[in-house]
Each structure stands twice: as structure tokens, then as C-alpha cells.
């Protein structure tokens, strides 16, 4: 129904820039728009749970996790059916895989993960 493919992860150095990329496909797709549905960034450090870093809406409304505001920024395309997230002044506790997530009549559907390490 739903595939999830993210990219755009790697090495930055505190302070520097990443846009990440989560390319959707899937039948859910044929009729409805990728802005349809509730998605999000989520990340996981190594012994750490799976936590939310940003999420986008319906309509367009987004919510962000208080460590990322004001620097992460979230985004869809409907045309590409691509969610992105624009992440400025990266810092080391930022180092995590990346995951995007959609939820579609109540199931949640995630992808692979990208690694974005953030180190000198």
C-alpha cells in the first residue's frame, strides 16, 4: 500500500546544513494527494526510543519537537509526493538515524532510516 524511502543523510559539522528527503509511493496514492495524510520525521540515537521531531498535517499545520524548533523545517510536495525536512544549525545531539513516517486508516507505515551523524 505504502512505501517510504528516505535520503539525503551523511556527515556535517555542528552548525552546518542537511535536507533530508522521504520519497512516497504505494497504491493509497492512485486517488488522494501525499498532503492527505498525517506524516513525520522521527529520529532514534543509539540507546535511545523513537522519537518525533516534526509532523505535517492535513491541511497544511506542522508541529515540531522543542529541540528542533526554530531550526528544522518541515515540508510536502505534492507533485514530487516527497516530504522534506531542512535541518540548519545542526548540533552533535542531532546525530540519530532519521526515519519518515505516514499514517494511513490507522496503521502506521515507516521507512529504512538515514543516518546523520554530526561531528567534528
Known amino acids: 500500500q505504502v512505501q517510504l524511502v528516505e535520503s539525503g543523510g551523511g556527515l556535517v559539522q555542528p552548525g552546518g546544513s542537511l535536507s533530508l528527503s522521504c520519497a512516497a509511493s504505494?497504491?493509497?496514492?492512485?486517488?488522494?494527494?501525499?498532503?492527505?495524510?498525517?506524516m513525520g520525521w522521527y529520529r532514534q540515537a543509539p540507546g535511545k526510543q523513537r522519537e518525533l521531531v516534526a509532523g505535517?498535517?492535513?491541511?497544511?499545520?506542522?508541529n515540531y519537537s522543542d529541540s528542533v524548533k526554530g531550526r528544522f523545517t518541515i515540508s510536502r510536495n505534492d507533485n514530487k509526493k516527497t516530504m522534506s525536512l531542512q535541518m540548519n544549525s545542526l548540533k552533535p545531539e542531532d546525530t540519530a538515524v532519521y526515519y519518515c513516517?505516514?499514517?494511513?486508516?490507522?496503521?502506521?507505515?515507516w521507512g529504512q532510516g538515514t543516518q546523520v551523524t554530526v561531528s567534528s
Open positions: 505535517i498535517y492535513s491541511g497544511g499545520s506542522t
Open positions: 513516517k505516514l499514517r494511513y486508516l490507522g496503521r502506521d507505515f
Open positions: 504505494g497504491s493509497i496514492f492512485s486517488k488522494y494527494l501525499i498532503s492527505t495524510y498525517a
